[in-house]
């Protein structure tokens, strides 16, 4: 049915590689020429994994390439510092003060806490516009009312429950409301690739919409842990490279993982260093394959396509971020509301309208791409979006509003905060702890690591983001805060 790693395909791909402003919005098409939208988003993939923003030990020629052919962002940064609510700020377009889901809150049964019926998403904006909408890959929003065909999507095909997602050789995805067996997979063998499977159905979408305007939301699994990969012609580059350590577990595909698929452990990886480049660098080819299919058929000029990560590095299953410098020498990791945590690689492009080679410092965050998309297509924006349109930055036009103040919130781990306003970075942990942290303050303009905690120094301005932490959330019955 499936061919089990499209290893000639990937090994091809691998190695090729407007009007003017009026109230304050930036017109580029007319209503019969509005153009495609393909976000991709990574999993766990760190601000300095991809060769454009510094990685040396790992090759992502194809992402390079696109950095080259548009802008790349410096101080992009996602809406959470873990998958559930960072998706869930990129479709809701607010932050995690406002957003319905901020955790990655589990059900006892195969899912997460659903996104709620209520909440207006990008995938919705777009089909008032006249635009098919699909989604491919890791959802992690519920089911139910959480659903994506019930949050926007015509289709989606992956997986709903990001548990299931630790996995990539499971035994069957979701295809909408059906699940579709994967061939030779039963907890016990791996024979079919998840991720190899999704994607020919993201190519495949693509292929079919060419000739009416299409939303595409591509979240990959890759490279978020398990450690795993199809011994094929990427794997080679890697095995052996790195002088490895060994991630030794218990839990091992058998025919027994089936019926608890919320364990924490991940089998166990000889080469997890080997593997963790291998994961990055078919992420890399997927992204290669999305752009070539685009400009075989013929749609590249009217395609806008966006890149970016869910969150910064994880740990996890033998994974060393340290060892890469994933985080390109920010503090913390996934789960951080440090640098390291939050900070996203950025890059767009969109042939004859977005400068090539670009670079930009605009400070942005998961929040502002709704309002771009619906500034881009002159759909209407709701008005309890936190984000801001970054429309005028991508086209080099206009003027661009900037944000008072960034906001996380992150409500485990004895509960977390931060805020970014201007160059001011403050960081509050264990703030539901017995023995609460007190609020750290950085200059990022000249202390990018956040290693100089200079609170002390700025009694008012710790003040004042102590305030500004107070009034930036409402409560929420899921995920109460204080």
Known sequence: MYSTHLIALLSLILFSCGKEKKDNKVEVVAKNQKPN???????????????????????????????????????????????????????????????????????NQEGQVPLPAASITIPELLKKEGYATA?????????????????????????????????????????????????????????????????????????????????????????????????????AKYKGKFEEI??????????????????KRYSPQDQPYATYATMVTRLDAYVGQIVEKVEDMGIAENTIIMFASDNGPHNAGGANPVFFNSAAGLRGIKRDLYEGGIRSPFIVIWPNHIKEGTVSNHVSAFWDVMPTLTDLV????????????????????????????????????????????????????????KQQGEIELYNLDEDMSESNDIAEKHPELVEEFRNLMKISSTSSKLFPFE
């Not at 393909?38 to 300095?48: E, Q, R």
């Not at 060994?246 to 364990?263: H, M, N, R, V, W």
């Not at 209407?380 to 991508?394: A, C, F, K, V």
């Open 246 to 263: 060994p991630y030794t577990s218990e839990d091992k595909y058998a025919s027994d993982y089936g019926p608890d698929i919320i364990k």
């Open 37 to 107: 939208i393909i976000y991709i988003l990574a999993d766990d993939l760190g601000y300095g994994d991809l060769g454009c923003y510094g990685q040396e030990k790992i090759e992502t020629p194809n992402l390079d390439r696109l950095a080259s052919r548009g802008i790349k962002f410096t101080q992009h940064y996602s809406g959470a510092a873990v998958c559930a609510p960072a998706r869930s700020s990129l479709l809701t377009g607010q932050h995690t003060g406002h957003t319905p889901i901020r955790g990655n809150r589990e059900l």
């Open 378 to 433: 002159g759909a209407e924006e709701p008005t309890n979006s936190d984000g801001i349109s970054m429309l005028p930055t991508l086209l080099g036009k206009g003027n661009q509003k900037e944000h008072d103040y960034l906001y996380w919130e992150f409500n485990v781990k004895g509960g977390r905060k931060a805020i970014r306003k201007g160059n001011w970075k403050a960081v509050w942990y264990n703030i539901n702890k």
């Open 135 to 235: 989604a491919f890959g890791k959802w992690g929003l519920g089911f139910n009312e959480g659903d994506p065909n019930n949050q926007g999507f015509d289709e989606f095909f992956g997986y709903n429950c990001q548990r299931l997602a630790h996995r990539y050789y499971p035994p069957y995805l979701n295809h909408n409301q059906e699940q579709v067996t994967l061939p030779g997979n039963d907890w016990t063998h791996k024979n079919t690739y998840a991720p190899d499977v999704i994607q020919q159905k993201t190519l495949g979408f693509i292929e079919s919409n060419k000739d009416n305007p299409f939303f595409l939301y591509v979240p990959l699994v890759l490279p978020h842990a398990e450690l795993i990969s199809p011994n094929d012609s990427i794997y």
